[in-house]
C-alpha cells in the first residue's frame, strides 16, 4: 500500500486520475490538535462513503453518496495539514493461471488464531479488533512480521478469517473489521507475496456455544446462499483491484450437519458443499475487475484427501479457463506425532498416496492443488517446549511434505507453530530447525 500526500490543488483533478477507486482510504488531519478523520471513497452502490470533494472558497466540503444535497463535513483550508490517500495495487495485474500462481507460492505458513478468532463472549459493539486477535493467545499481524517472512525465504501467507461475529443483521460486514482485514492482506501483497484470504471458522464443528452457520447441507445452503453469496460480494468489492498475487479462498473445513469429520454422513451433502463453491465463484466474477480472472480456491468436504470427497467435489462452471485450485488439508496419519513421535516411512507412504490421488483426480487434468494446512496437530502437536527429538520429527514430516509437494507443484502452508505467539512481535521463528528442513527440501 501506497500512501500518497496530496496538495489542495491537486484535490480540483479526478480523484481517478491520481489512481483513486472505491474503497480507498483517506485522511484528513487538522491543525486543531493535530486531529485526524478517515474516510473512504464510495462505490457504486455504498451510500455513506465519501463521493464528491469540493473546493469552495475557504473550505473543503465532503458530499456522500446518497446525501449528495447535503454538506457531509467541512473543513477550514487553512487549518487542513495534509490529506493522504491510501492507493491500492492498481494497474499492475497481471493474470496468471492458477496452476502457476500455485508454482510461484514457494513455502507458506498460515496466519492462524487472530483473525479467524470465535469469541461468544465478546461482539463487535462492545469489544476491539484487537480484542478479538488476541482472544486466542496471538499477538495481532503487524507489517514486521510479514517482512521477516520474506526476507526468511517464505513466499505465501494464508489469512484465515472469521466473519459472522463481524457481520450486522443484514449481511453487511462491520468496516472496522474489513479494514482491518485490508490492513493485513496489504502487509503482504506489499511484500510482493501472495497470499490467501479466506472465510474460515464460519464453518466447523458445532459446539454448545458455536453453531456454525455454513454446512454441507442441501437445506442450509438454500437458507445461507443469499447471504454467502452477499458476503463474498463485498470481501470481493473491497480487493477487486488487488494484483493477481491476492488469492480467495471460498470456505475451510466444511461440515454436515451432523459435524462429521473425513467424509458425510449422507452423500447429498456433497451436493450443499457444491453449491457453496458455485456461489462463490459467481459472487466474485459477478464483482468485475480483477476479480474476472482472479485465482479461486475451492476445497473439498471437511479440507480432506480421501477418495470419496475427492470424487465428490465439482469443480465450479467458471466464465474463465485455468483459474481455479482446488485445497485440502492434511495431518496424516491422524496423531501421528502422539503415537509415534517420530516421522516414518508409514508415514511418508501416507502422503505419498495423497498426492497419488491429488494427481488422478486434479493436477493430471489442469487443475492445480494446494496444502491449505498441515503440521503435527492431534492429541499432541510440537513446540517450542518439545523435546529435541520431537522437533526434529516436525522437521522431517514438513520437509518430507514439501518435497513431495513441490513434485507435483503444490503450495504448502503450515499451520501456525513455525512462528507463533510472542516469538511473532520479536520477529524470529518458534521452530527454526522446522523451517530450515522445509526450506532445504523446497531448494534442493
Known sequence: MKKLILSLFTLTLSLTALGQQAGDNFVIKTSEAGKTTEWSLAGDSKNGDISTIKHKG?????????????????????????????????????????AQAVKNMGIGTNFGNCTDVVAMWMNMNSNSVTDFEKAWGQEPTTKPMVDFLKQNGFNSVRIPVTWFQHMKADGTVDEAWMNRIQEIVDYVIDNGMYCILNVHHDTGADSDDIKHWIKADEANYKENKE???????????????????????????????????????????????????????????ATGGNNETRNL??????????????????????????????????????????????????????????????????????????IGEYGTHGTKSVSKNSSASEIQAAADQAADIVKQAKAYGVATFYWMSIFSEKDRTVPQWTLPTVVEAMKKAYNE
Not at 457531509?72 to 493522504?84: G, V
Not at 470419496?308 to 485445497?327: R, W
Request: a negative charge; charged letters at 20%.
Open 58 to 98: 475557504n473550505q473543503l466540503i465532503l458530499y456522500a453518496k446518497g446525501y449528495e444535497g447535503i454538506e457531509w463535513a467541512t473543513y477550514d483550508i487553512d487549518k487542513i495539514e495534509s490529506i493522504t490517500f491510501n492507493v491500492f495495487h492498481k494497474g499492475s495485474y497481471v493474470e496468471e493461471s492458477a
Open 297 to 370: 480456491i475451492v476445497s473439498t468436504y471437511a479440507a480432506a484427501c480421501g477418495d470419496d470427497v475427492l470424487s465428490n467435489l465439482t469443480i465450479p462452471t467458471d466464465k474463465v479457463d485455468g483459474h481455479i485450485a482446488v485445497e485440502v488439508h492434511t495431518y496424516a496419519p491422524w496423531d501421528w506425532f502422539a503415537q509415534k513421535g517420530k516421522w516414518d516411512a508409514s508415514c511418508s507412504k501416507e502422503i505419498k498416496n495423497m498426492f497419488t490421488r491429488l494427481n488422478s483426480k486434479f493436477i493430471s487434468k489442469g487443475i492445480p492443488c494446494i
Open 227 to 285: 447471504k454467502f453469496e452477499y458476503l463474498w460480494k463485498q470481501i470481493a468489492t473491497r480487493f477487486k483491484n488487488y494484483d493477481q498475487h491476492l488469492l480467495f479462498e471460498g470456505y475451510n473445513e466444511m461440515l454436515d450437519a451432523n459435524n462429521t469429520w473425513n467424509a458425510p454422513k449422507n452423500a447429498s451433502s456433497y451436493k450443499g458443499l457444491n453449491g457453496y463453491a458455485q456461489s462463490f465463484v459467481n459472487a466474485v466474477r
